[in-house]
């Protein structure tokens, strides 16, 4: 059964930094893309950077500069290193898996439940 953990959420000042992780589990992590979104209160759900098979990366407009993503194969993890935090940047950050996926724009297969980002002053 395919499964997505996050953890690394947390209170964190702001321009403090947070690094996200998800674990996944029983499906081919090596050709599914992976990306993190986020759901701020009273929106929906952002992409906020996405990482293909082939390491090909995006990252959304407001993170650019800020947020680096990674996959580590051998560990079946991904990771969203996030540096310089914004108050705009709290949110639920959640983890998705695509088969051959590309960017964050197209439908994702599988889901984590999410981890809580909150940047205050």
């Known amino acids: 059964q395919e499964k997505l953990v996050e953890s690394g959420g947390g209170l964190v000042q702001p321009g403090g930094s947070l690094k996200l992780s998800c674990a996944t589990s029983?499906?081919?992590?090596?050709?599914?893309?992976m990306g993190w979104f986020r759901r701020a209160p009273g929106n929906g759900r952002l992409g906020i950077s996405c990482?293909?098979?082939?390491?090909?990366?995006y990252h959304a407009d407001s993170v650019k500069g800020r947020f680096t993503i990674a996959r580590d194969i051998a560990k079946n993890m991904v990771y969203l290193q996030m540096d310089n935090l914004k108050p705009a940047d709290t949110g639920v950050y959640y983890c998705?898996?695509?088969?051959?996926?590309?960017?964050?724009?197209?439908?994702?297969?599988?889901w984590g439940q999410g981890t809580q980002v909150t940047v205050f002053s």
């Open positions: 029983g499906f081919n992590f090596d050709i599914y893309a």
């Open positions: 998705a898996a695509r088969r051959y996926g590309l960017g964050c724009l197209q439908e994702y297969d599988y």
């Open positions: 990482i293909s098979s082939d390491d090909s990366a």
